[in-house]
């Protein structure tokens, strides 16, 4: 897949929006027979467009009230420690986002908790202690203004005509050993 089309910009639209809706009622708000619009998804999903599809919940009401900013600072930014803290980072579910930042600190991770009490164990406990950490600043979020996962697609297309796109470069695969 080299290009997104006007029909491939609608169905990622259709399906960032509700990646629920049947094939038959995607095809036809995108303006396809089923068949087309079905090799259409499938095309998206192999070429990596599509990572996959998952409910979005509401972290409020499954009990998750605390949204905590974390900057951590690494003690050494060698190659080999990075990679064992980046590990070490993934292997807990509390922090739902992590990224490398430029400026001050080495991460920025986004961790739910409870209530103020469940997160501060969890940084005195669990945080502090990773591989490499010298240390953390913590911001909290005292209120949501927007949380969307819904990636803008406007600047594919001009003038009604879509841009090229390359599809995503695909994970080495990784070895076992």
């Known amino acids: 897949m080299e290009t997104l089309d006007k029909f491939d910009l609608a169905i990622l639209n259709e399906l960032q929006a509700d990646a629920r809706l049947t094939n038959a009622e995607l095809a036809s708000r ?51 420690a990075t990679r064992v803290l980046e590990e070490a980072v993934r292997q807990l579910p509390e922090v739902i986002s992590c990224h490398y930042i430029s400026g001050t600190g080495t991460f920025e991770l986004q961790v739910v908790a409870q209530d103020l009490d469940s997160f501060s164990r969890f940084a005195l406990q669990r945080l502090i202690n990773l591989p490499n950490v010298k240390d953390l600043h913590t911001s909290f979020s005292l209120g949501e203004v927007k949380a969307s996962s819904t990636l803008p697609l406007g600047h594919l297309q001009t003038q009604g005509s879509p841009k090229p796109v390359s599809p995503p470069p695909r994970p080495a695969a990784r070895s076992k050993r």
């Open 30 to 80: 995108v303006g396809l027979s089923a068949a087309p619009c079905w090799r259409r998804v499938r095309a998206l999903e192999e070429a990596g467009f599509i990572k996959g599809y998952r409910a979005e919940l509401d972290r409020q009401k499954i009990g998750l009230g605390v949204l905590a900013f974390v900057r951590l600072d690494a003690e050494r930014n060698t190659g080999d």
